[in-house]
């Protein structure tokens, strides 16, 4: 079975992704930051937020020792960062200055490759930091890259629905088309590499659009060629998956969907073991952690869940965790993160913790009882307290009502729209213009992103018929009217 220890509530935006190291944890999000956590309790490290990115990071992924974080963003960069001081050690700016939507670390860390908007890849030597070579697949979007356990090797997928295999000239050794229908998000290897007579086999798992988790066997024959078979088509989850990633045994296989649920699989057998349901939005983001029995998964709810893999799950190796009860950082991460959060948006369990900070723990029991959340919460009156909570105290009634108004008070003053925000910084719109897409951005952000060779449309990665930019009067008056109503 698996059990939840732990959730981390700091970003305030959608998390993209999150990654292990022996020691650390990092997440990468939409509000331009990433944290970085030790594992041991889950205390933020005192560097943390690392803040170098101007837009969105995309993915981010520790050096096989530890020593460096990596991170990737729609600034058109990958930077790498020092896991001792936090600060900015290289800077590697993707070719043609496109959008970096992906990249990996290969095992041995001699390698980084990066994906782009426009289809291009890049190929660097770590340790250098120099650029080795480019490429590109043309009319698509790299959205999936990782390197094969050997580090010689590099899968990467695309929203055109392929699956490609590289070698580190670029030459295109295998390419697996329609893999996905409607296109790939997620692509992962296996951990170990499978041999016999003059045969080499690699395991990948690729997830999609199509709501599926492919599991397919990479074989190298005799002569140097690769082929593609598909093992096994996965299908615990009712809508896109959009993220994937084996355990450091490969005996595990665990994925997130667009559904709201963490499916983990018995990878060997293609069996599905549990199905976890605590994020409240898309499921973006998920990693195995290499030296203890825990999973971390990320949400567009702007959380991090961590979970303990038990049943003798923890005998695959690795050090236990402390208790959730050995953790009291994680409980005030907890109360701040919720208080970035719209009301409306709280999981029971914020309402609890609510409940108890307002001095209402004796209602815990029963608000769990009736399952209410954010939302329900702000629904209750003095008549639905009395006649389904059934509070009989006219006191109690009327200190909780007071309660549940002072948090609607709040919230209307903490909560700004999302179509308020631009899409590129995700900051409240000031010059709101809009592009030939249709969609509104902040001018300065939109004119930057154009001035910077992005002639295709942050939103749908479209070509830009015109440049040309029209201000939103409407949706500037709307600002205007929200501000003064805060």
């Keep these: 079975m698996t059990s939840l220890i732990c959730t981390l509530q700091d970003h305030r935006d959608d998390v993209n992704w999150c990654a292990f190291s022996g020691k650390l944890f990092a997440t990468c999000s939409g509000d331009k930051t990433l944290r970085v956590y030790n594992t041991h309790d889950f205390s933020e490290l005192p560097f943390s937020p690392l803040t170098g990115h101007g837009y969105t990071v995309h993915c981010c992924c520790f050096t096989s020792c530890g020593q460096f974080l990596a991170s990737c963003s729609t600034d058109a960069t990958t930077l790498v960062w020092s896991m001792s001081t936090g600060e900015i050690e290289a800077v590697l700016e993707h070719p043609g200055r496109s959008p970096v939507r992906i990249f990996a670390l290969s095992p041995d860390s001699a390698h980084l490759v990066s994906g782009a908007s426009d289809g291009s890849l890049a190929l660097w030597d770590f340790p250098s930091k120099q650029l080795l070579r480019s ?11 990782c390197f094969s356990p050997c580090s010689q090797l590099f899968m990467t997928g ?26 790939v ?73 667009v559904d709201k649920t963490v499916v983990i699989y018995d990878a060997r057998n293609a069996m599905l073991l549990y199905t976890l349901n605590q994020h409240e939005r898309l499921v973006t983001a ?13 949400s567009m709810d702007k959380t991090v869940n961590i979970w303990r893999l038990e049943d003798g ?6 050090k236990s965790l402390p208790e959730l009860s050995a953790l009291p950082s994680s409980e005030g991460r907890t109360s701040a993160g919720r208080s970035r959060l719209l009301v409306s948006d709280w999981s029971e369990g914020d309402v609890s913790a609510w409940l108890v900070e307002e001095g209402l723990e004796g209602l815990v029991d029963r608000f769990r009882a009736n399952n209410i959340d954010g939302t329900e919460l702000l629904s209750l009156t003095k008549e639905t307290l009395a006649s ?29 729209p999302d179509e308020f925000l631009c899409p590129i910084t995700r900051e409240l719109m000031r010059e709101p213009v809009i592009a030939a897409d249709g969609y509104s951005y902040e001018r300065e952000a939109i004119e930057s992103w154009i001035n910077t060779k992005n002639r295709s449309s942050p939103m749908t990665n479209l070509p830009l018929l015109t440049t040309l930019l029209t201000a939103n009067h409407t949706l500037k008056m709307a600002i205007g009217r929200w501000q003064t109503s805060r």
Aim: glycine letters at 10%.
């Design 135 to 145: 490429g590109a697949v043309s009319d698509t979007t790299m959205v999936a890259c």
């Design 185 to 257: 998000t997620c692509c992962t290897f296996a951990p170990s590499i499978l041999s016999g007579g003059q045969s080499v086999q690699f395991c990948l798992a690729s997830c999609g659009q199509d709501s599926h988790l492919k599991i397919w066997a990479v074989n190298k024959s005799g002569c140097g060629g690769y082929k593609m078979q598909l093992l096994h088509t996965l299908t615990g989850q009712s809508a896109p998956v959009l993220c994937c990633a084996f355990s450091s045994d490969g005996q595990l296989l665990v994925s997130g969907s």
């Design 388 to 416: 389904e909570l059934h509070i009989e105290s006219v006191g109690l009634r009327s200190k909780l009502q007071r309660k549940v108004e002072e948090l609607k008070s709040d919230s209307v003053c903490s909560g700004i």
């Design 158 to 183: 695309s929203t055109y629905g392929d699956l490609r295999l590289w070698d580190l000239d670029m030459n295109q050794l295998h390419a697996e088309k329609n893999a996905h229908d409607l296109g």
């Design 313 to 318: 799950c923890s005998d695959r190796g690795g």
């Design 286 to 298: 998920c990693c195995f952690s290499p030296t203890s029995p825990l999973i971390a998964t990320g």
